[in-house]
């Protein structure tokens, strides 16, 4: 079984200040790694994946995230926080031998002025 | 180029109604995907298409139905809904190849079931 866990309901960073976002991830073999955010009222937005290589990955709007396969862990950064990044973001894994991608519970990052 | 379209916006029904989600993408994508999302739950999903004329259950396919009625289209269809199935429900897709990477969203259908 595959599943992922987004330990912190909520974050909160002023603007300016680097932004972290948790997620680590359970699945057998080697995984797909993806992550979206969803703005109030809106669909989820694809940020970045990991399938393979450099496990520093690089995605929309000054996001990246490092996959860690030892700790099992993708982590979402960002080195300045802005206040326009304020939404919901959701970590999801997917065993490349099927199509399901599992979702975490998600974490809402609130950047203050 | 309008991505993942999905109509209704918004639904209200009493329970025992019936009622279709309707879904097209434009991508030329082989899979597409129902989700629902609860709150503190992520994204669940429901059914998926890995290509026009298959269909398979996913995590939560109680009470449901799917068709993919051509390679744009994917429709949900709650037969007799339920106060359970209030949620917010989204269409997805991906592509070129069956399998392929991220996902696509629709700006969801938002339920709610008397």
């Known amino acids: 079984a595959q599943s992922v866990a987004q330990p912190e309901d909520q974050v909160n960073v002023a603007e300016g200040n680097p932004l972290t976002v948790k997620c680590t991830y359970s699945?057998?073999?080697?995984?797909?790694l993806f992550w979206y955010v969803q703005y109030p009222n809106r669909g989820l937005q694809f940020l970045l994946k990991y399938i393979t290589g450099d496990n520093l990955v690089k995605g929309s709007y000054g996001f990246e995230a490092e996959f860690n396969k030892s700790q099992t862990s993708f982590h979402l950064k960002k080195p300045s926080a802005l206040v326009s990044d304020s939404a919901l973001y959701f970590c999801?894994?997917?065993?490349?031998?099927?199509?399901?991608?599992?979702f975490g519970a998600g974490t809402t990052v609130t950047v203050r002025a | 180029n309008a991505g993942v379209t999905q109509t209704p916006k918004f639904q209200v029904l009493k329970t025992g109604q019936s009622m279709t989600l309707q879904c097209a993408q434009d991508m030329n994508h082989n899979s597409m995907y129902w989700y629902r999302q609860d709150p503190g739950m992520g994204l669940r999903l429901i059914y998926y298409s890995a290509s026009e004329g298959t269909t398979d259950k996913g995590e939560v396919p109680n009470g449901y139905n799917v068709s993919r009625l051509n390679k744009r289209e994917f429709s949900l269809r709650l037969e007799s809904a339920a106060p359970s199935q209030t949620s917010v429900y989204f269409c997805?897709?991906?592509?070129?190849?069956?399998?392929?990477?991220?996902?696509?969203f629709g700006p969801g259908t938002r339920l709610t079931v008397l």
């Open positions: 997805a897709s991906s592509g070129p190849g069956q399998g392929s990477t991220e996902q696509f």
């Open positions: 699945v057998s073999g080697n995984p797909y």
């Open positions: 999801a894994v997917r065993d490349p031998r099927n199509y399901k991608l599992s």
